[in-house]
Every structure is written in C-alpha cells, then in structure tokens.
C-alpha cells in the first residue's frame, strides 16, 4: 500500500501528480532540473538561491531566457553540485546569478542528501532515474503525512510553482491577505523570533564552495552574478555582526558583489515580509532593478556594488545605520561579538572586568544538555573537542541549550592549561528563546539559544580550556563538558 500511497499524494512532485501545493512544498531541485532540460537551447540565464530568492521576479526583469532556478535552503555546495552537470547541458547559457544568505556559512549542505524535499536530481546525484523514483515510492510515513491532514494545514493558502516558465513560486492568496489586514500580518508572532540555523558549515568551507563556483563558470566563459540577499533587519539582532562582515570581507576577495544586506528601511517593514526570512516580490523588485541597472553611487544604499577597495567604507556606513536603529552600541559592547567595532572604537578587548574565573568556577551549576558548534571543526555534544583555529581571528561558537528558564547573560571561561596560566571570562549573547516551539510542541522542546566569538588577538600561543555557563537570575548552568581550543 505503501507505493501506491506515494504515488497517488506525490507531495514531492515527482510523479507529475500533483499541482495543490497547500501546506507541503514540491522537491523543486527536481522539477526544475527537469523543466530547464526541456528548453536548453533556450536558456540564456539562471539565478540560484535558496527560497528567498525565489521571489525575485528574474524573468520578468531580464526576459523568457532567464530561469529562477531558487530552491529551499539552496546554498553554493548545492549550487556548484547542480551547475557541475548542468553548464554543459545549456549550450545558450551566458549569465549566472548566485544569492548568498547571510547564513549560509551556518548551514551544512550535507544534511540535504537524506531529505525527500531537498535531494538532488538523479543526473546531478548521479543514481539511475528509477532507482530515484523508487526510493520517493517506498518514502516511509512521517511527520509530513500526518500534519497535512490537520485543520491547521488545509487551511493554509496554495502555493504555485511555475517550473515551465519563470521557475517563480506564487502565492496570490498570501499576499491578498497581508494586503486585506497589514495590522494582522504585523502582529504575526513570528516576527519577534529570530532566525538561528542549528549547523556550523564554516565560512572557510562556503568560500571554498564559491570559489569552485566561480572557476566553473569562468573556464565555460559564463558571466557570474555574485550578490548577497536582504533579511527581515531583526534578525540582525541576534546576529553575529563580526562574523557578517567577515562574510562580506571574503566575498569582496572572491569578487566584487552586490549587497543587499543592509539596514534599508523597507527592511524593517514586515509587509515586505512574508515571515522572518522571505521577503514579498516587491523587494525581490528593487533587487532587479539594481542588478538589471546602474549600482548606487555612494556607499549604504539599498543595493551597493562591493570590492575590496570599496567595503571598508560601506560596512562602516551598514553599521552606522544598524546602530542608529535596529542595534544598541550597548549590545555590541556587551556581546563581545563584533570584535572589529570594539576595535574602531577604542572600546577594550580584554575579558570582562570584576567577573573572575575563580568566581564563576566555585558557582555551583545544574549541568545541562547542551550542543557548542565551533566554526570549521563540526560539532560536539557534551564531550571535550580539540579546534585548532586558522585564517580568521576569532573563534565562533553557538548551539542550544535544553533550559526551562530564560538565560539572560552567557559567559565564556578560558583557562590556559599551563600552572599559573591565563583565566578570563567573556561575556556572550544568550537567551534566544524558541518558546513559539515550545508553545506547539509542549515545554520539552523550549531552548535557549547563544551565539559568540572568542577573539584570539589576546591569547598567546597554547592549550585552553574553554566553559560555557548560562545565568538566569541567580541559578547558574554548566553548558556540556569543556572543551579544548588549540592557538597557533
């Protein structure tokens, strides 16, 4: 009964069943792997993304040649992976365009490859079409079956797929009703939440991905398009703001980009958003309309074009404006994440003052189940790990923690394993809560997430030990075991 269930719901698209997306989202890799092939003579440009940037209107701007090839949580592995293949299949195709997210060196690519949703096409996994085809019939019963039935999910709006032409996904009926009640669409819950990706790809591994990218196409003589997409600007918040500009830092080496990432008040309007991530076609317009035309001419406009020479000078301008609206100056003193302001700034570098080590170490703390990602060194669950720290100047870590109270400080202990060693604490950002999880899925599932750089410029050459602890009120939390940090 199994295959025969498959077949007839198809809710991956893969069997042409299908055309009622409400409350599932087709294997879009696929379908539009499938309907590019279909017209390759015809193809002249393409626009990979994830599915944010499956609402800019690339067609529309740039002519029937151009495709919207945008899938869910598209990153530049997956991009370089189907572009491998596909480049030699398009013998018309001139210009490539690549949207980079501002967490794309958080997520891991290869989580893809087990997800129905998100596999690749057989020619790009390079399996047989029916072995393909076999594993969506046999797809065992999850989640995605059971919460379709719901009442919650019937009522949600369609969503089409124009895989035959534009590769665009449409939502009229979303839009009718953000239009109908902006008050409403406003006091959506969702937009108090951030957006915090469990993984930690490394920004070392996403250069290197787009560097093979940019290889690619310039050995077959295909224009690449580099720019780097807006967010909803309060997610900025909670986000690590050295480690965006380092983002940008490596970008601007690779080749010049446009930046869209800025602190542009159109950003900050959730009518513009669909939810905290994507953003309505309206912004995906003004996108077109800088790419398709003439860069601004001065630095911290909606859509700036960014080389090395030029970026000191427009993250300078993005942080002004971020601290002029969305991000207190006190944050970024107190989050000691955004080591290159402090700098700028004269503000100091050291640990935080008239919270010894020894203080915090004698505290006694309820140990908690807590997984610390480390950037570039993959991830540890409750047991020591050694990160040996190379090309950036700073350590980034973040994960969740298992906390029924709401953690209102972190702080970093760093201990040099040597007698008499180094002993400082740093302070880091704690408390991003998920209780919108919680409130769905039962207490079990409220955590409390951090995020947090070390910068290596004060510590000499050794062997640390690093804890993480969480404070709320006066209860304080061991986050895991230690770890070990390796400076060079």
Known sequence: MLPGYNWVQDYYGIFG???????????????????VLSRRDEITALLFGSSKAANIP??????????????SEGLPRDHLE????????????????????????LLD????????????????????????????????????????????????????YAFDTSGRSLCPQCDAEIDADPDAHRQQPFFRFPYNPPDQYGLLRLRDDLTAILALLESRGIEAVLFLQPTYLNNLRWHNLGMLEALKAMLAELAPFHDFLVAEAALGDTLNFYD????????????MEHLAGTPAA?????????????????????????????????????????????????????PLPNAPAAELLIAPAA??????????????????????VQDLGMLEFAGWGKLTAAASTGYLLVREQVPLGIERVYPFAAGIQRKDV???????????????????????????????????????????????????
């Not at 994507?278 to 317009?285: A, K, N, S, V, Y």
């Not at 140990?367 to 040996?388: H, K, M, Y």
């Open 276 to 287: 905290v991530i994507h953003f309505r076609p309206q912004i995906g317009q003004r996108m």
């Open 58 to 71: 690339f067609t529309e701007n740039l002519g029937p040649g151009a495709y919207n090839f945008a899938y």
């Open 17 to 35: 069943h299908r055309s009622d997306w409400r409350g599932v989202i087709p294997n879009e890799r696929y379908r539009k792997y499938e309907a």
């Open 367 to 388: 140990e908690i189940d807590c997984r610390v990602d480390t950037v570039n060194r993959g991830r540890f669950l409750g047991r020591p790990v050694r990160v040996a």
């Open 298 to 350: 001065e630095p911290g406009g909606f859509g700036y074009r960014v080389g090395e020479g030029t970026l000191p000078a427009h993250n300078a301008a993005i942080r002004e404006d971020l601290l002029n609206t969305w991000v207190t100056p006190a944050k970024y003193r107190r989050d000691r994440e955004y080591s290159r302001w402090q700098v700028e700034h004269d503000f100091p570098r050291g």
């Open 109 to 160: 690519p290869g989580r893809h490859a087990e997800d129905y949703l998100r596999r690749h096409h057989p020619a790009v996994a390079g399996i047989a079409r029916w072995r393909f085809g076999l594993d969506y019939l046999f797809r065992p019963l999850s989640n995605t079956d059971v919460l379709y039935f719901s009442p919650q999910r019937q009522q949600r709006p369609v969503v089409s």
């Open 82 to 105: 189907v572009l491998t293949v596909l480049v030699d299949e398009l013998p018309a195709l001139r210009q490539v365009y690549i949207a980079v997210d501002e967490m794309a060196y």
């Open 438 to 488: 919680a409130r769905r899925f039962g207490p079990a599932f409220e955590q409390v997430g951090f995020r947090g750089n070390l910068d290596l410029a004060g510590l000499r050459r050794g062997t640390y030990r690093l804890d993480w602890r969480l404070q709320s009120g006066s209860a304080w939390f061991q986050c895991g075991e230690s770890a070990s940090l390796v400076v060079n």
